[in-house]
């Protein structure tokens, strides 16, 4: 990078520490004038300057005073709790539509049957945002964030080849705005879901330096946040993780091949599965798989056989595609979201069996591997904080504070 490319303007400079001091209120929920300037370096005068200005603009809000151990106490800073945004989170059998606030948290949820047409989704989450925007105030609603599986340039907000047929080559930014008059961000499910993990999930993960959040669903993905930045690839298609190969065949097809991750160990693999192991059709197909993966969970623990056996095939599975990413980044935390996760008893041991023992390599020992904290919603909150991401990361391409600037 050239010296030019790394110098901010004084604008520049100004808006990357106001950025800094809204991801400090975001990690901590509540902090001081004071405790901001010494967790960013920043002085005590450029701090109360911009909080002032964070304050106008309706980002930050006072929220009462610290204890003190002895003069006058503090007063408390918080994200402003009134601003809201709209997640939509697109699945193949439903749309799961919520209200998240800066803090990430969902105050309000919706399920709605996904239509097969992109036209009608698009007209199905029109009509929702109206709704909400009628009861929230057009004030009150940043604008909304949507994600979809597939490929999807979060730049340019065009979901250029979805999961489901007609959703290619999709201008869905342009085409929601257009009719919503707000702002619209679009990303794939698999990143949205990264976003929530890292930015509100648990507090640790912010450690890590090579990030993986695997994603099951009806397909398979995987997160990449490689040194607190989500790695998206050249053309927006890092992590298609469930066309990785890891059982050959014969077949001539290059694309969803009979070995590929996705055909064995994703949630419709695990239905057909148990389908098979339990002699039950009702079980096999696509549909609302999540339904029956929680079904399946829940007798796997309480003992079912064939239930714990086609859990611990599809992990073993999983856990085979999730060693050979591991071994290629040198990732030191993985995160599982997926409904399989409420068996997580059975889940875990199968996939942490297919690394080596913890004395064979480094890579073992320091590897920390955990369900999501999110349960079905990782991918909703991340988009529905999309609207906000922008004011944590402006013109903070490190995610680091800039050079104080009066």
């Not at 995987?222 to 790695?231: A, H, N, S, T």
């Not at 190969?245 to 290059?254: F, L, T």
């Not at 071994?327 to 069996?353: K, M, N, Q, Y």
Request: hydrophobic content about 40%.
């Amino acid at each position: 990078m050239s010296q030019r490319e790394t110098i901010l303007r004084p604008r520049q400079v100004r808006g990357a520490n106001s950025a800094a001091l809204l991801e400090l209120l975001q990690r901590h929920e509540r902090l001081s004038r004071a405790d901001l300037a010494r967790y960013s370096g920043l002085s005590e005068g450029t701090v109360s300057r911009i909080v002032t200005e964070l304050i106008g603009r309706k980002l930050v809000m006072e929220d009462g005073a610290e204890n003190s151990t002895g003069g006058r106490p503090a007063t408390c800073l918080r994200l402003e709790q009134n601003r809201f945004a709209v997640g939509v989170d697109v699945h193949s059998w439903e749309t799961q539509f919520g209200i998240g606030t800066m803090r990430g948290r969902i105050v309000e949820t919706l399920s709605l049957r996904t239509p097969r047409d992109p036209e009608a989704a698009i007209d199905m989450i029109a009509g929702q945002f109206t709704a909400w925007e009628r009861q929230y105030g057009r004030n009150q609603l940043e604008g909304i964030g949507v994600s979809i599986r597939g490929i999807v340039n979060s730049r340019t907000g065009v979901v250029e080849l979805g999961a489901d047929p007609g959703w290619v080559d999709v201008h869905l930014k342009d085409l929601l705005e257009a009719r919503l008059q707000a702002p619209v961000y679009v990303e794939n499910n698999v990143r949205a879901a990264t976003l929530a993990e890292y930015n509100y999930g648990n507090p640790g993960v912010r450690d890590s330096r090579c990030l993986l959040v695997v994603v099951v669903d009806e397909g398979v993905g995987i997160g990449i946040v490689l040194d607190g930045r989500i790695y998206p690839g050249p053309r927006m298609a890092a992590g298609e993780f469930g066309q990785m190969v890891i059982m050959a065949s014969d077949s001539p097809e290059r694309y969803d091949r009979p070995g590929c991750l996705e055909r064995l160990a994703s949630n419709v693999a695990l239905c057909d599965r148990y389908a098979e192991l339990a002699n039950s059709k009702s079980f096999a197909g696509s549909g609302n798989v999540t339904a029956r993966v929680r079904m399946i969970c829940h007798r796997a623990m309480n003992g079912e056989t064939a239930a714990q056996t086609a859990i611990q095939e599809t992990c073993k599975y999983l856990g085979i595609g999730v060693s050979n990413v591991v071994w290629g980044l040198d990732a030191d935390t993985v995160i599982i979201h997926s409904v399989i996760t409420e068996a997580w008893p059975l889940v875990a041991p199968v996939i942490l069996d297919q690394f080596p023992e913890a004395s064979q390599t480094v890579t073992r020992q320091s590897l920390v591997l955990r369900p999501s904290l999110f349960g079905r919603d990782a991918s909703l909150v991340g988009v529905a904080t999309l609207p906000f991401h922008r004011m944590f990361t402006e013109h903070a391409p490190e995610r680091k504070v800039a050079a104080d600037a009066t």
